[in-house]
């Protein structure tokens, strides 16, 4: 179960909207929900988040509807470009 200070992190990202359809397409605000990046064999708890709307997380267009690699094919960013998007958007560096 995540501790107060976590909801609290994930609803900062939450709110951020969706980083694709803010970066790419300019709109801001688009209703996110979270897609926990598995990096390095991470497990779900502790990966990294891109806030998405449901269209690019669940969608045909998606990161699971394309699969990852497609996904960071179609629109030519990787999903560590993304992560660092929304922490640079939330005021932290990822190392």
């Given at each position: 179960m995540a501790t107060k200070?976590?909801?609290?992190?994930l609803n900062k990202i939450a709110e951020l909207g969706c980083i694709l359809c803010a970066e790419f397409f300019g709109v801001?605000?688009?209703p996110?929900?979270?897609?926990?990046?598995?990096?390095h064999g991470a497990v779900r708890a502790s990966s990294e988040i891109l806030p998405l709307c449901p269209e690019h997380h669940r969608g045909n267009t998606g990161i699971h509807g394309?699969?990852?690699?497609?996904f960071e094919r179609e629109y030519q960013i990787s999903c560590e470009e993304l992560l660092e998007r929304v922490s640079k958007k939330l005021g932290k560096r990822i190392s």
């Open positions: 200070s976590e909801k609290n992190t801001e605000s688009t996110a929900e979270l897609h926990h990046c598995r990096r394309l699969g990852v690699k497609r």
